[in-house]
């Protein structure tokens, strides 16, 4: 398994970049949480770099700057969660535009789009964008937004974001939007891969810690950042300042978690493949993925939350899940704790039961969050909970 190679420098940027003392009077080292939400004028209409709060506040400077460094973007910004971030993304178009979505994409942001997107007007085509062909023939001259996963969730599909990009740019005035939650800056950059902006749900991985909703955009682009930074004060959806500084004091620690998630979910992964009562594993870092290939060529690495097919259906897997003493059964990914859940009936719940079906959402395919315990407990635990599955 060969990723590829992890550039020299991250772990520093997530450490040091934004947070200079300098920058504050008493030049503490941690940056302070700002709670203050306006702020003194010298004279009428000149300031020292704040005004009021939503349109920007020290400590999320603080953590907008950190966010765009381990992206090697120009910009970062932050929203009260991650489908805040894709709404200010969804209020640049205007009425009578058109997206092209990822046919598995996240549950939210399929709600978002079928249900309040197109009351504005907006369209939307959903296809595999791993289907290069297909994937073209949906691009229209009304086209503006091209919005992409990988990994997918939950079928864990990898979309070449690089020719992707070329397509899209070579079409027309299209903007490439990559949510890059499942791997994080420290796994795939996809700035790097020709995408214009990199969204994220900052409550998963990036956080890490299952204590924040917030959501982040990085971008290099200076026309798509100040559309986006007047959105953010203009529509209003701003996170907090003592939430920014819980996501800017985890980002610390973000390339140590990654890899102890990588090396939890491959010996899951390998193990769970050579389980009797498993169907079939998706995961990209196991050379039975379709995409592994292409996983290998784009990511640094891979990162917990994969999927699974248990033998039998909704009986089995729910015994499964309610076995489970370690993974705790809840929604989300991406934190210290080990999650497990059934995409069909929970995250996916609100996807029509015809798209579910022909992507493959069945009542047998569990999603897997491997946290940060030690990987023998969590193979013991899985392990009792397909006995019990077996015997149901
Ligand atoms: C959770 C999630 C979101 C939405 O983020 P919130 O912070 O819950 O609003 C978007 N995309 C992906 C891939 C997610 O997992």
Redesign the pocket.
């Known amino acids: 398994m060969n990723f590829k190679a992890q550039p020299k420098g991250f772990s520093t940027k997530a450490i040091h970049a934004g947070q200079d003392p300098d920058q504050w009077k008493s030049a503490c080292v941690i940056p302070p949480i700002s709670l203050s939400t306006t702020f003194k004028q010298d004279a009428p209409g000149e300031h020292r770099g704040f005004e009021y709060s939503r349109s920007g506040n020290p400590t999320r400077n603080v953590l907008e700057t950190c966010l765009a460094s381990l992206d090697n973007a120009k910009y970062g910004l932050t929203f009260s969660?991650?489908?805040?971030a894709?709404t200010a993304v969804l209020t640049m178009l205007n009425s009578g535009d058109h997206i092209i979505m990822g046919d598995d994409?996240?549950g939210?942001?399929n709600r978002l789009i079928r249900q309040v997107a197109s009351r504005l007007g907006i369209s939307a085509t959903f296809v595999d964008a791993t289907n290069l062909e297909n994937f073209k023939t949906a691009l229209r001259s009304e086209t503006k937004l091209v919005w992409i996963?990988s990994p997918t969730?939950p079928l864990i599909k990898v979309t070449d974001i690089k020719t992707i990009a070329e397509i899209c740019h070579k079409f027309g005035d299209v903007t490439v939007a990559v949510?890059n939650?499942?791997l994080t800056s420290y796994f795939q950059r996809p700035l790097e891969l020709g995408a214009d902006l990199v969204c994220y749900?900052?409550?998963?991985y990036m956080n890490g810690h299952t204590d924040v909703?917030?959501?982040g955009i990085t971008m290099n682009c200076e026309k798509l950042y100040s559309k986006l930074k007047f959105l953010q004060n203009a529509v209003g959806i701003v996170p907090s300042p003592f939430d920014c500084y819980q996501v800017n004091r985890s980002l610390k620690t973000l390339s140590l978690r990654m890899l102890q998630h990588q090396s939890n979910a491959i010996l899951v992964a390998k193990f769970l493949e050579s389980h009797d009562f498993v169907e079939k594993v998706l995961h990209p870092a196991l050379p039975s993925h379709p995409h592994h290939e292409i996983a290998l060529k784009q990511t640094y690495g891979y990162s917990g939350v994969f999927s699974f097919y248990i033998k039998g259906g909704l009986k089995q897997a729910t015994e499964f899940l309610k076995a489970l003493k370690i993974f705790t059964l809840a929604e989300?990914?991406g934190g210290y704790e080990s999650l497990a859940e059934l995409p069909s009936i929970m995250t996916h719940a609100s996807v029509p039961i015809e798209d579910r079906k022909s992507l493959g959402i069945t009542d047998a395919l569990i999603r897997l969050s491997v946290g940060l315990e030690d990987s023998e407990d969590l193979i013991n635990d899985l392990k009792q909970g397909l006995r019990k599955a077996a015997e149901a």
């Open positions: 969660s991650g489908l805040g894709t994409v996240y939210g942001t996963e969730n949510d939650t499942f749900s900052l409550t998963k909703v917030m959501g989300s990914l």
